[in-house]
């Protein structure tokens, strides 16, 4: 697998503000610029602060739309607004990463995929990408994980 390095690793305990919504895919990629800049003017709204990294949350299997959760990591718990602030529970989780542009993530998916099967994992109910990278990196340098939480 080309630098996929598919693994199992414990998510250690984490605060996350984010907007869910369901985007059709067509416009996806469009939809996380917006959306990081209102998580981020929200949290310091209410006295947190973006700690990184920024993330997107799926639930389920994507198809024409699909329904996701856009933001950040932040420093504490925060009342902010309609956003979706979780304390995520440390969870073992199922990784891959991806290096190289956002529109070839499809390709290491298909990587990724068969090696879970063949883990006979159960997994979670969601998934999520954490965007290591800033962005302004070369997309060609650009870190993506691809986390699957254990159920």
Sequence with gaps: MSGLNPHLETIEPWVSAGIRRLVPMSTL??????????????????????????????????????????????????????????????????IGTHVGPYELLEKSYAEMMPWLAQQ???????????YDSPPDVDPAQTVTRMVFPLA
């Design 29 to 94: 990629q469009g939809a996380f610029p917006a959306a990081f800049e209102e998580v981020v003017t929200k949290v310091t709204e209410a006295g947190g602060k973006a700690v990184g990294p920024a993330y997107a949350r799926y639930f389920g299997m994507p198809a024409d739309a699909v329904d996701v959760e856009i933001g950040f990591g932040i420093d504490r718990p925060v009342a902010a607004g309609d956003l979706e602030v979780t304390e995520n529970p440390a969870v073992e989780a199922a």
């Design 120 to 130: 006979h994992l159960k997994l979670a109910d969601s998934m999520l990408e954490f």
